[in-house]
């Protein structure tokens, strides 16, 4: 395990060894607030895009399941006859230029793992940008009328008109402290400043605010090698495996595993961690189980009898009629720029 994992799984479970580092989660909290605080007052400009914006993101670090539900936000609104765009920072890659537009062949080095799966899955325009504003412009500028932000829940220097955070169901917000004495990226009472919590997967730790239930179904199995795509059962490949997930809760996806009745050597990677010929060598020689975020990085090096788990994001249609009603609130109230 590593020293991230180590820490991780320590903030998740409130181990006594982080209290030491107390002090450091109250200033970091302060800080947050006082920045937060700024933007609020005009002291920090913001830039107003002239469409609307959804910010999915977390006051968590370590994974929630936020790609999934951008993925099922912007094909949801496609079919409600919105042209969306998404916009990221593009963690884990590194281009030479900015903005980046992602499409499904782009280099996950220079895009990061999450952009380029998104491109993959959605066939929505995807714009990489350290600098969101700027990269919303690119997207409106190709014709997008609504942008949904992966991650950027603290990135206020973008105007944003739906906030919507996920939480672990499993996790929750860990020992409840901010970093680096636990998970915390802000105060649990931003819970009640954003739109709607979305909670991915069973909750079995109390929140300080009701949310709205989503799960991750398994949809199908697709051979990274040629992109053939196969139903759940019959499995496709001989038990046991050999299972790597390169995520921010790698637990998740083995626990997801597991329920298939996939059994085998499961592997924890760190999250956007890169893959090269060590990633694969396992002490016994099997069938390779991964998840499409780790697939995005490892077409050229994942053995021939390689395996991706695809998964969607299941929202109740109570969720649909309410995001129906505060799209079309927005719409009637206008654009301008800011």
């Not at 409130?14 to 609020?40: D, E, I, N, Q, V």
């Not at 990226?185 to 109390?206: H, K, T, Y």
């Not at 890169?274 to 499409?292: C, E, K, L, N, Y």
Request: positive net charge; contains cysteine; aromatic residues 8%.
């Amino acid at each position: 395990m590593s020293l991230e994992q180590r820490w991780l799984k320590a903030a998740y479970h409130g181990s006594k060894w982080l209290t030491p580092l107390y002090p450091l989660g109250f200033l970091y909290r302060y800080l947050m607030a006082r920045r937060s605080s700024h933007y609020h007052a005009g002291k920090k400009p913001v830039t107003k895009a002239t469409v609307p914006v959804i910010v999915v993101g977390n006051i968590t670090i370590g994974g929630t399941g936020k790609s999934p539900l951008v993925a099922w936000l912007v094909k949801w609104l496609k079919k409600e006859g919105w042209s969306p765009g998404i916009i990221t920072r593009g963690y884990g890659g590194k281009a030479s230029h900015y903005p980046l537009k992602v499409t499904a062949t782009t280099d996950p080095a220079q895009s990061g793992d999450e952009p380029l799966m998104l491109a993959q899955q959605t066939g929505c325009p995807v714009v990489a940008d350290p600098r969101r504003a700027r990269g919303v412009q690119t997207l409106i500028d190709v014709g997008c009328d609504i942008i949904v932000s992966d991650d950027g829940l603290q990135h206020l220097a973008l105007g944003r008109d739906i906030e919507l955070v996920v939480v672990d169901g499993a996790r929750g917000l860990g020992n409840g402290r901010c970093l680096p004495a636990g998970p915390l990226r802000e105060s649990p009472s931003r819970l009640a400043q954003v739109d709607a919590v979305i909670i991915n997967g069973e909750q079995r730790r109390p929140l300080p605010i009701e949310g709205i239930a989503m799960q991750l179904a398994p949809l199908s199995w697709r051979r990274i090698q040629d992109g053939q795509r196969v139903s759940l059962t019959p499995l496709p490949f001989t038990l046991p495996v050999n299972a790597v997930a390169g995520i921010g809760h790698p637990e998740r996806f083995f626990n997801t595993l597991r329920s298939l009745g996939v059994d085998g050597e499961m592997r924890p990677l760190a999250d956007h961690q890169r893959f090269d010929d060590q990633t694969f060598r396992f002490s016994h020689q099997r069938p390779v189980v991964m998840t499409a975020k780790d697939a995005v990085k490892c077409q050229a090096l994942a053995p021939p009898d390689s395996w991706v788990l695809e998964v969607e994001a299941v929202l109740p249609p109570e969720f649909e009629h309410w995001l129906a009603a505060k799209l079309s609130a927005l719409s009637e109230k206008g654009y301008t720029d800011g």
